[in-house]
């Protein structure tokens, strides 16, 4: 796959802050035809550092607000302002994703990409805690990692030498996170698939220099990636 948007943030620089395997050639993927409204607001759920919330402000032209636990949201300011962005195209906040605080069907779409199997595999959260956010007939969009079949009960010992079997139960493969959202009431499945976009995105996250990347190696390099994959999932709020 090609990824003339992602393509335009491949500095040094700005791959540093990813966390991941590459976050915006992920989104780009997970977007392509996508169907949120021009000039949509959007939740970018667990944004990190703020690049993906940069890419989705710049590139498609939503009006972002960019929620995370765990970065500084002032920070996450400064760098929208120095990539251009004003307050009223992005907005940072310091939020769980279960406890979201914003009005009721605020959203027009939740984008959410490489951490909604964080906190999303309990099959209640999307009704009790997501679904209110989102406006009538609006969308969410999630790119995850996981697995191409699942075999947590005989883990591979490549997997093992960079995570633990309890990090390894945030991954499943399609037909485990389809069962999932399908329990969902208040939103229609469009889809749950392989994603193409797996060796891609693992090549440009493990030649960063941090220390999860390098930890991330171990595996990759005895041949781990084989039992992993990337999972998009499409839903739409019902009327």
């Known amino acids: 796959m090609k990824y003339p948007l992602s393509e335009k943030y491949s500095t040094p620089e700005l791959m540093a802050k990813i966390m991941g395997p590459n976050p915006l050639k992920l989104e780009e993927e997970l977007l392509d035809n996508h169907r949120i409204p021009a000039g949509a607001t959007v939740c970018d759920l667990g944004s990190g550092q703020g690049l993906t919330s940069v890419f989705l402000a710049k590139e498609y032209g939503f009006r972002v607000y960019a929620v995370d636990l765990w970065s500084d949201p002032e920070e996450n300011r400064r760098f929208f302002a120095e990539m251009g962005l004003t307050d009223e195209q992005i907005v940072p906040v310091k939020a769980d994703a279960e406890a979201l605080p914003f009005d009721k069907e605020f959203f027009d779409a939740v984008v959410t990409t490489d951490s909604y199997n964080y906190f999303g ?3 209640a959260y999307l009704d009790e805690r ?6 009538p007939g609006g969308y969410i969009y999630i790119a995850i990692p996981g697995m191409k079949q699942d075999c947590h009960d005989n883990l591979p010992p490549e997997l093992l030498l960079s995570w633990t079997p309890e990090q390894m139960d ?3 493969d399609t037909a485990w996170w389809s069962d999932m ?4 009431k208040g939103a229609e499945v469009l889809s749950v698939s392989e994603m193409v976009s797996n060796e891609e995105v693992w090549a440009d996250w493990l030649k960063q220099e941090n220390e999860y990347a390098i930890g991330d190696r171990k595996s990759m390099e005895a041949g781990g990636g084989k039992y992993l994959n990337f999972i998009k999932i499409i839903l739409r709020k019902k009327v």
């Open 121 to 123: 595999r309990d099959p």
């Open 130 to 135: 997501l679904l209110p956010f989102v406006k």
């Open 170 to 172: 945030y991954m499943h």
């Open 181 to 184: 959202v399908s329990e969902c």
